[in-house]
């Protein structure tokens, strides 16, 4: 790199965006890495997310994370998607080249590396309880799927939902089934939160009987203080974990797909841990 590089420009494109920490995050990887790159906000009207892309594209973007509310947008955006992209049915990264728009989704493996590598936690052979069946959900379930679990259920408030989600991935060498939460009756290796409860302090309505001393309560959403997923948990013997670690592995499988370098996820972590 030198004083003469003209940085390659990427972007995260939501609506709102001022919130977003993806612009630190990626600022960190790349003075860490040496990448010659800049990393912005985009705010996209809730009507013109297309238009915005390309815009982007025009001014010399190479690549983008989506945000809600637009990552079935940037899914039927791309004429190129990758496998764990086509899984989610929704894409957080997009790759711009020659050859047109390429989608991804990270969401997955951000998380299936936060609870391996960093929680320590192996996900081979034990038993997965996933809540919801909407976005947030879909996108996680091949990864998970991918580390050879025992068996993943999938519990909804509405049953359809999960029950749809389930025949998806009925075929995956993996047990997948649906369920409605008073139907919960086994305790789980893994349980991880993927409704949006968290946000309003409210609790998924678990049977206590899920939650054991081994067990890892996950919640995707994160806050400078336990959520009450989490805290509920807790009280129930389990060992938890928030969502901060998905956010900035998550963001590093991004910044691979782009450049090609892996950043070290640690010394971020705890940067944005002080920020909270």
Known sequence: MTSESVPDRYAVIGNPIEHSKSPQVHALFAQQTLQAMRYERLLAPLDHFVDSVHEFIVHGGRGANVTVPFKLEAFALANELTPRAQAAGAVNTLSFSADGIK???????????????NAGVPLRN????????????????????????????????????????????????????????????????????????????????????????QTLAYDMMYA????????????????VRDGLGMLIEQAAESFFVWRGVRPDTAPVYTWLRGQL
């Open 103 to 117: 989608g991804d989704n990270t969401d997955g493996i951000g998380l299936v590396r936060d609870i391996t590598r």
């Open 126 to 213: 034990r038993s997965v309880l996933l809540l919801g069946a909407g976005g947030a959900a879909r996108g996680v379930i091949l990864p998970l799927i991918e580390e050879n679990i025992a068996g993943l259920v999938i519990a909804n408030r509405t049953q359809p939902r999960a029950m749809e989600l389930a025949q998806q991935f009925s075929h995956s060498g993996v047990p997948v089934s649906p369920a409605a939460f008073d139907q919960l009756d086994q305790r789980f290796d893994v349980i991880i939160n993927a409704t949006s409860a968290s946000l309003d302090s409210a609790l998924p309505p678990l049977p206590d009987c899920v939650f054991g001393s």
């Open 224 to 239: 400078a203080q336990p959520t009450i997923f989490m805290q509920h948990a807790a009280h129930h013997g389990a060992v």
